[in-house]
């Protein structure tokens, strides 16, 4: 986006995973039959099918610990992409021993693994705390994840999945 473009502010996403029930409920109320879930130590586990133009099925690992939620998407034929995994900067909470929830914290992290890393959305981040969405704190917190993410899956050789493997977590694809 450029400097002179507007970015339209929005209240951070809210989703919830309820493990009991094996659903999701995305940002906008649709609460979406979950495939698999798989609870570790360390993070949480998803797999379902979307009814998105752009992918047919997306898993995610929720990583509460480092504030991230990292995802890989089906995508349909024909549609290009520049990452394969988005991960979103967050926090990520279990409200109870089967209900998870997630914030977004506007800025996500594209990683093309063994090539390079990105960071977006800085705009949107800006926007929401000049809009009082986040907090300063909330989003220096964001900041400091984020890059921590990027120097983490950069110092092992652009992989998530490396990087997550060094800190003793072991994340699958389906």
């Given at each position: 986006?450029?400097?002179?473009?507007?970015?339209?502010?929005?209240?951070?996403?809210?989703?919830?995973?309820?493990i009991a029930a094996q659903t999701n409920t995305d940002p906008k109320g649709f609460v979406r039959p979950v495939e698999i879930y798989r609870e570790e130590p360390w993070g949480l586990y998803m797999?379902?099918?979307?009814?998105?133009?752009?992918?047919?099925?997306?898993?995610?690992?929720?990583?509460?610990?480092?504030?991230?939620?990292?995802?890989?998407?089906?995508?349909?034929?024909?549609?290009?992409?520049?990452?394969?995994?988005?991960?979103?900067?967050?926090?990520?909470?279990?409200?109870?021993?089967?209900?998870?929830?997630?914030?977004?914290?506007?800025?996500?992290?594209?990683?093309?693994?063994?090539?390079?890393?990105?960071?977006?959305?800085?705009?949107?981040?800006?926007?929401?705390?000049?809009?009082?969405?986040?907090?300063?704190?909330?989003?220096?917190?964001?900041?400091?994840?984020?890059?921590?993410?990027?120097?983490?899956?950069?110092?092992?050789?652009?992989?998530?999945?490396?990087?997550?493997?060094?800190?003793?977590?072991?994340?699958?694809?389906?």
């Amino acid at each position: 986006m450029t400097q002179s473009s507007t970015v339209h502010v929005h209240p951070p996403k809210v989703e919830y995973f309820d493990i009991a029930a094996q659903t999701n409920t995305d940002p906008k109320g649709f609460v979406r039959p979950v495939e698999i879930y798989r609870e570790e130590p360390w993070g949480l586990y998803m797999a379902r099918h979307s009814d998105h133009p752009n992918f047919h099925y997306l898993e995610s690992w929720i990583v509460p610990g480092l504030s991230l939620r990292a995802t890989t998407f089906g995508y349909n034929p024909g549609v290009e992409q520049w990452q394969d995994i988005y991960v979103d900067i967050g926090e990520f909470t279990r409200e109870s021993p089967t209900l998870w929830r997630s914030i977004d914290h506007y800025l996500d992290v594209l990683v093309r693994t063994g090539r390079d890393v990105r960071l977006v959305d800085v705009d949107e981040l800006l926007a929401a705390n000049t809009d009082g969405q986040l907090t300063p704190a909330q989003c220096q917190a964001a900041i400091e994840h984020a890059t921590a993410a990027i120097d983490g899956i950069a110092a092992h050789g652009y992989s998530l999945e490396g990087w997550l493997a060094d800190l003793g977590m072991t994340i699958t694809w389906r």
